[in-house]
């Protein structure tokens, strides 16, 4: 079945150090994308990317990084510029226009990464 | 920009009570507008969406949405809460073409009484 995988599902992350999350997708998407989730806050945009080797900030971009070399996959990079990066992260992907060839127009979610700072 | 606006932060219900969960947005256009559903830990469920036409939408497990352009709303109705609906509900606002980009609300946590 087509899905996303996010891992891990738990990260540890001392203070100072940089951390990889994964997201990994095997619906054919073009575009994904990376949210951060804080209780109260509902979800907040990080970054985006419709294309390969192409993406955008978000609204809350600061102290992260993305890269996006292969369609699939799009890892976000949480660095130690981040000064409040404990959080519950949620990757998710699209067809880049509403409705594609195929009646796919939704947006799938994966299970989500939660980070603490140790 | 877009935004959406979720004004109860916390609701509470009994089972077999209805339910409105309320969400305004601001979009200079008619926006696509979806609902989701969230377990704690978990990922987002889709509830339902309006794209345009009709503008109650139904959804899946019972839920049902109204679209109401003069108001700037898109509030979640369920006639009969069950205990596992207990969740947090998050509204979100898509920006059509090919800029997509949705924007949540902040979410309303739901707590159902036995």
């Known amino acids: 079945d087509g899905g996303i995988t996010q891992s891990p599902k738990y990260l540890f992350r001392k203070e100072g150090q940089n951390v990889t999350l994964s997201c990994e997708q095997n619906l054919n998407h073009d575009a994904m994308y990376w949210y951060r989730q804080d209780p109260g806050q509902g979800l907040r945009l990080i970054y985006y990317?419709?294309?390969?080797?192409?993406?955008q900030k978000g609204d809350i971009a600061e102290g992260y990084s993305v890269s996006r070399e292969k369609k699939e996959s799009f890892p976000l990079t949480v660095t130690s510029a981040q000064k409040n990066p404990t959080a519950f992260y949620l990757c998710?992907?699209?067809?880049?226009?509403?409705?594609?060839?195929?009646?796919?127009?939704?947006?799938?979610f994966g299970s989500g990464t939660r980070l603490t700072v140790v | 920009a877009q935004s959406v606006t979720q004004p109860d932060i916390h609701i509470t219900v009994s089972e077999g009570a209805s339910l409105e969960l309320r969400c305004n947005y601001s979009?200079?256009?008619?926006?696509?507008l979806f609902w989701y559903v969230q377990s704690p830990g978990q990922g987002l469920q889709l509830l339902l969406k309006y794209f345009s036409g009709d503008t109650l939408v139904q959804g899946i497990k019972g839920f049902e949405a109204e679209f109401k352009r003069s108001q700037s709303s898109f509030n979640l109705r369920k006639p009969s809460v069950h205990w596992s609906d207990a969740a947090e509900y998050f509204c979100?606002?898509?920006?059509?073409?090919?800029?997509?980009?949705?924007?949540f609300g902040s979410g309303t946590q739901l707590t159902v009484l036995p």
């Open positions: 979009y200079g256009a008619t926006p696509y």
């Open positions: 998710a992907s699209s067809p880049l226009y509403l409705v594609d060839d195929r009646g796919d127009y939704g947006y799938t």
């Open positions: 979100a606002v898509d920006r059509p073409g090919s800029a997509r980009q949705l924007t």
């Open positions: 990317s419709q294309i390969v080797n192409d993406f």
